[in-house]
């Protein structure tokens, strides 16, 4: 293969056919086309742009670059959900083990975070034991066995998609929606599922800044997955204030157990039938355990039994997933996901009762009586990585016991000394130093002021 005048070619923004995709991929993938020319390709992508064939031949030619997951036929469906990544979004968490008990099964293929925003596997890792690096053949066997399963990607599972983001990363070609595109649904395609719901989020700690290019990105995504065959829609969240009250990595593991703790369900349910139009963020309040964590867990449980055809209307969706969680029996399958993911469950329950693992705690106290009206989920998510809790470069480690928790969160009433934050550091002087930053993520206002819906848009078609 000429790959030169494919780079040529797309350089002067022409359209390349499916059978010279597929090539080149299994040619980079093998290792026959270098570096420098595919960093040549993918610069020429980021400024021409692919058409819709072109994405799909490219996704699907990524996908079959490596292992795809067979399972056997079965009356229960194979569903996932996919978050372009946020702060205290531990949404996939409590969500696996709902869909599984919903009469789904789940083969939930994870990352790990860089920079700001976290990775489902960096909060796994926290927990004593538990394995997120599985073979093939045991993902699809605990997926048969207890109908979910939350790990990372192997290394025979879409390998031109490692390659290529490694490349993109240090070639200035992240941001591209063909790119980013392909790279996502090409590791969900490879899952075999038959219904996927995206939470694409926009914001200030968003990889998508704005509404308009979250919309974008994934319009994009939705006609591809469907294009692909797998029933897919979006739903467009907003992440300018972290979701839920903590953000570091096993603050939201307990945070997530908490969530699938049926105390709250009938409360949860009360607020699903009030809910004015999906303003979920606005039922929040310091003084119920109704928040905007599991008000999204049942929103993307919902969608997926709209989808899949399990329920007739997204409110009765949302009951049926809100009585699911009630039952408690999501809480006992996270117990069985555990043990068989390798964790010892006494030791899990051990660390769980404990109120802070981080040998630091201190609290950020408001100076003046109000409403916040800003919790900035960029600043926190700086403050949490500095703390150790995240990861500037791929080779870092992570301290998974530093975070924050006890987040105030925007429309709350707060008094003079109220705790607007609670700091979980490695010692004193990152601690200190952390609460001097945090400060600046917190806007109190004399009035309430009104907040945003959490979700903004669905989108179940690309018109
Ligand atoms: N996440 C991915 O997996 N790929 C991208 O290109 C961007 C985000």
Same mark, same amino acid.
């Given at each position: 293969?000429?790959?030169?005048?494919?780079?040529?070619?797309?350089?002067?923004?022409?359209?390349?056919?499916?059978?010279?995709?597929?090539?080149?991929?299994?040619?980079?993938?093998?290792?026959?086309?270098?570096?420098?020319?595919?960093?040549?390709?993918?610069?020429?992508?980021?400024?021409?742009? $692919?058409? =819709? *064939?072109? @994405?799909?031949?490219?996704? !699907? /030619?990524?996908?079959?670059?490596?292992? &795809? %997951?067979?399972?056997?036929?079965?009356?229960?469906?194979?569903?996932?959900?996919?978050?372009?990544?946020?702060?205290?979004?531990?949404?996939?968490?409590?969500?696996?083990?709902?869909?599984?008990?919903?009469?789904?099964?789940?083969?939930?293929?994870?990352?790990?975070?860089?920079?700001?925003?976290?990775?489902?596997?960096?909060?796994?890792?926290?927990?004593?034991?538990?394995?997120?690096?599985?073979?093939?053949?045991?993902?699809?066997?605990?997926?048969?066995?207890?109908?979910?399963?939350?790990?990372?990607?192997?290394?025979?599972?879409?390998?031109?998609?490692?390659?290529?983001?490694?490349?993109?990363?240090?070639?200035?070609?992240?941001?591209?929606?063909? $790119?980013? =595109? *392909?790279? @996502?649904?090409?590791?969900? !395609? /490879?899952?075999?599922?038959?219904?996927? &719901? %995206?939470?694409?989020?926009?914001?200030?700690?968003?990889?998508?800044?704005?509404?308009?290019?979250?919309?974008?990105?994934?319009?994009?995504?939705?006609?591809?997955?469907?294009?692909?065959?797998?029933?897919?829609?979006?739903?467009?969240?907003?992440?300018?204030?972290?979701?839920?009250?903590?953000?570091?990595?096993?603050?939201?593991?307990?945070?997530?157990?908490?969530?699938?703790?049926?105390?709250?369900?009938?409360?949860?349910?009360?607020?699903?039938?009030?809910?004015?139009?999906?303003?979920?963020?606005?039922?929040?309040?310091?003084?119920?355990?109704?928040?905007?964590?599991?008000?999204?867990?049942?929103?993307?449980?919902?969608?997926?039994?709209?989808?899949?055809?399990? *329920?007739?209307?997204?409110?009765?969706?949302?009951?049926?997933?809100?009585?699911?969680?009630?039952?408690?029996?999501?809480?006992?399958?996270?117990?069985?996901?555990?043990?068989?993911?390798?964790?010892?469950?006494?030791?899990?329950?051990?660390?769980?009762?404990?109120?802070?693992?981080?040998?630091?705690?201190?609290?950020?106290?408001?100076?003046?009586?109000?409403?916040?009206?800003?919790?900035?989920?960029?600043?926190?998510?700086?403050?949490?990585?500095?703390?150790?809790?995240?990861?500037?470069?791929?080779?870092?480690?992570?301290?998974?016991?530093?975070?924050?928790?006890?987040?105030?969160?925007?429309?709350?009433?707060?008094?003079?000394?109220?705790?607007?934050?609670?700091?979980?550091?490695?010692?004193?002087?990152?601690?200190?130093?952390?609460?001097?930053?945090?400060? *600046?993520?917190?806007?109190?206002?004399?009035?309430?002021?009104?907040?945003?819906?959490?979700?903004?848009?669905?989108?179940?078609?690309?018109?």
């Amino acid at each position: 293969m000429n790959f030169l005048s494919l780079i040529e070619s797309k350089r002067e923004g022409k359209t390349l056919a499916p059978e010279q995709i597929q090539e080149f991929i299994r040619e980079f993938t093998a290792g026959t086309i270098p570096d420098y020319q595919m960093a040549a390709m993918l610069m020429a992508i980021y400024f021409r742009g $692919l058409t =819709t *064939a072109e @994405i799909t031949a490219l996704t !699907l /030619a990524m996908r079959d670059s490596g292992d &795809v %997951l067979k399972f056997l036929r079965d009356e229960r469906l194979l569903v996932d959900k996919h978050s372009t990544g946020g702060i205290g979004d531990k949404v996939s968490l409590p969500l696996a083990p709902l869909l599984a008990c919903l009469g789904f099964r789940v083969p939930m293929i994870s990352g790990r975070g860089l920079g700001i925003t976290g990775g489902t596997l960096d909060k796994l890792d926290s927990i004593p034991g538990f394995k997120t690096l599985l073979p093939a053949g045991k993902i699809v066997d605990q997926v048969q066995k207890i109908g979910c399963v939350i790990c990372g990607q192997t290394d025979r599972m879409v390998p031109a998609d490692k390659k290529i983001y490694a490349l993109r990363d240090v070639s200035g070609t992240v941001p591209s929606i063909p $790119l980013i =595109t *392909a790279s @996502i649904l090409s590791k969900k !395609l /490879a899952e075999s599922l038959d219904a996927l &719901v %995206l939470d694409v989020k926009f914001g200030c700690a968003a990889f998508m800044q704005t509404r308009t290019d979250a919309r974008k990105l994934a319009k994009a995504m939705v006609a591809l997955g469907n294009e692909c065959g797998v029933n897919t829609r979006a739903i467009l969240t907003d992440m300018n204030t972290p979701l839920g009250r903590a953000a570091g990595n096993w603050l939201e593991v307990k945070e997530s157990v908490a969530c699938l703790e049926p105390i709250s369900c009938s409360r949860r349910r009360e607020s699903a039938h009030s809910s004015p139009k999906n303003s979920w963020r606005g039922l929040t309040s310091a003084a119920t355990e109704i928040n905007d964590l599991s008000l999204l867990v049942l929103d993307c449980a919902a969608h997926l039994l709209v989808q899949t055809r399990k *329920a007739k209307t997204l409110a009765a969706a949302r009951n049926q997933a809100a009585d699911c969680l009630a039952s408690g029996a999501p809480r006992k399958k996270w117990d069985e996901m555990l043990v068989a993911q390798g964790t010892d469950l006494g030791a899990f329950n051990k660390k769980l009762a404990l109120d802070h693992t981080a040998p630091v705690v201190v609290e950020l106290k408001a100076e003046k009586p109000g409403f916040v009206s800003r919790c900035d989920a960029r600043l926190i998510g700086e403050v949490i990585r500095d703390l150790g809790g995240g990861r500037l470069t791929k080779e870092s480690g992570i301290n998974y016991d530093v975070g924050i928790d006890r987040l105030a969160k925007p429309g709350e009433a707060v008094q003079k000394s109220s705790v607007l934050a609670r700091i979980h550091a490695g010692d004193q002087s990152q601690a200190k130093s952390a609460c001097v930053r945090l400060r *600046a993520a917190f806007e109190i206002s004399a009035r309430r002021t009104v907040t945003d819906p959490l979700v903004i848009e669905v989108i179940s078609s690309s018109k």
